[in-house]
């Protein structure tokens, strides 16, 4: 069965300091590993796509890392703004429509 | 362009009574979900189509109906509403078939059932 974890479920920060999310999954066949952010009340913000072991890809304060079982979601000097549930979710192998979430970090960044 | 817009944005039902949850996206996608959401739980999938023309079952299909009416639109129905299905439901689009392609959601259905 494809699964999707993550932790911490909860995770409060600093402003500046620089900390780690995980995202653990198994899956009959990778085809597409997917992080998103989500505000209160709001839908999921899409991040990164990561598809193969080694792979990373940044965007401002954020880099998202792809082992063979794992992803990280490392956050470099946060601040306030940065402030969201991050979910990590999985698209597996067969009808390619499944996509498997976690249920995902919430990060609070204190000034 | 709006991106995927749903409605209501909240409605409270009482037990046994139907609605029907509004998506539609302006991206020409082909592919269009429909998720629930809740604590501590990942979004799950209920039902999907692939492209206009087609649905198929999610995760947790049971007690829901969806229709693609054209291939902007994808519609969630309640036939019976019940307790279990309090939760935030998200409609998403995706277009194209590429592994690298994500899914844009929309703002979110706040359904409560008493």
């Known amino acids: 069965e494809d699964q999707v974890t993550q932790s911490p479920e909860a995770l409060r920060l600093q402003e500046g300091e620089s900390s780690s999310l995980n995202c653990s999954y198994t899956?009959?066949?990778?085809?597409?590993l997917f992080w998103y952010r989500q505000d209160p009340g709001k839908g999921p913000e899409f991040l990164f796509t990561?598809?193969?072991a080694g792979e990373e890809k940044e965007k401002e304060r954020l880099k998202a890392t792809l082992t063979k079982k794992e992803s990280f979601l490392h956050i470099t000097a946060p601040k306030p703004e940065d402030s969201a549930t991050y979910l990590c979710?999985?698209?597996?192998?067969?009808?390619?429509?499944?996509?498997?979430f976690g249920p995902g970090t919430r990060l609070s960044v204190l000034p | 362009n709006a991106g995927v817009t749903q409605t209501p944005k909240f409605q409270v039902l009482k037990t046994g009574q139907s609605m029907t949850l509004q998506c539609a996206q302006d991206m020409n996608h082909n592919s269009m979900y429909w998720y629930r959401q809740d604590p501590g739980m990942g979004l799950r999938l209920i039902y999907y189509?692939?492209?206009?023309?087609?649905?198929d079952k999610g995760e947790v299909p049971n007690g829901y109906n969806v229709s693609r009416l054209n291939k902007r639109e994808f519609s969630l129905r309640l036939e019976s509403a019940a307790p279990s299905q309090t939760s935030v439901y998200f409609c998403?689009?995706?277009?194209?078939?590429?592994?690298?392609?994500?899914?844009?959601f929309g703002p979110g259905t706040r359904l409560t059932v008493l």
């Open positions: 990561l598809y193969s």
């Open positions: 979710a999985v698209q597996a192998g067969g009808y390619g429509q499944n996509f498997v």
């Open positions: 998403a689009s995706r277009g194209g078939f590429s592994s690298y392609n994500e899914q844009f």
């Open positions: 189509s692939a492209s206009e023309g087609t649905t």
């Open positions: 899956v009959s066949g990778l085809r597409g």
